[in-house]
């Protein structure tokens, strides 16, 4: 009832019963195209980080220490402490935190350094965006070429090579709100538009 037919990915051609090699394939390329996109920030790994002067490096490093340190001493919470601004407690749940990227961080950090982890991270951040984006339209009945032009165009978007360029690890392939301004409101700028922009 079914034709079998072959797929073309990234010029291999793969039955339909080698469907591991297939579904390897799609990672491999994003990381690939990752690669690229990152290739001097990675090549420079354990003796520079992106940007210029200052950037929210330190900031995300320390946040991960301090997850790191809430969770293995006792009593401490990972969203409550006094080590930003002695003696008042800061509740870092309305904070960057950036508690996604931390077991990556665990695992990478004590064996490349400090330097090198947030490159891996971004690395990562960048392959996964692109898989993720790639499996999402694939769901929705895009083309497996549209699909895996579409990742890549989520790959190398300014919004990724920003968050690389200034250290931010928790905004990496992740999407951010925005609040309504004038120009995007649909209701009457007398009613709701008003308090949005406030």
Request: aromatic share 16%.
């Amino acid at each position: 009832m079914f034709e079998r037919y072959n797929t073309a990915v990234l010029g291999i051609y793969v039955g339909d019963d080698n469907v591991f090699l297939r579904r390897l394939a799609i990672p491999i390329f994003f990381g690939l195209t990752a690669f690229l996109a990152l290739y001097n920030v990675l090549l420079h790994s354990g003796s520079s980080i992106p940007g210029i002067g200052v950037t929210d490096y330190y900031h995300f490093s320390w946040s991960y220490w301090w997850i790191k340190h809430a969770l293995t001493t006792p009593g401490e919470s990972v969203y409550y402490t006094n080590y930003v601004m002695f003696p008042y407690t800061t509740n870092l749940s309305h904070h960057t935190l950036g508690a996604f990227s931390f077991p990556l961080w665990g695992v990478v950090d004590p064996i490349v350094g400090t330097f090198a982890t947030f490159n891996v991270i971004s690395f990562v951040a960048f392959t996964l965006a692109g898989v993720l984006v790639y499996k999402l339209m694939r769901r929705e009945g895009i083309a497996a070429p549209l699909a895996l032009a579409g990742g890549v165009m989520l790959q190398v978007t300014p919004y990724m090579m920003q968050a690389v360029w200034w250290s931010m690890p928790n905004l990496s392939g992740k999407p951010t709100p925005t609040r309504p301004s004038g120009s995007q409101c649909r209701i009457p700028a007398s009613e709701s538009c008003r308090s949005a922009r406030r």
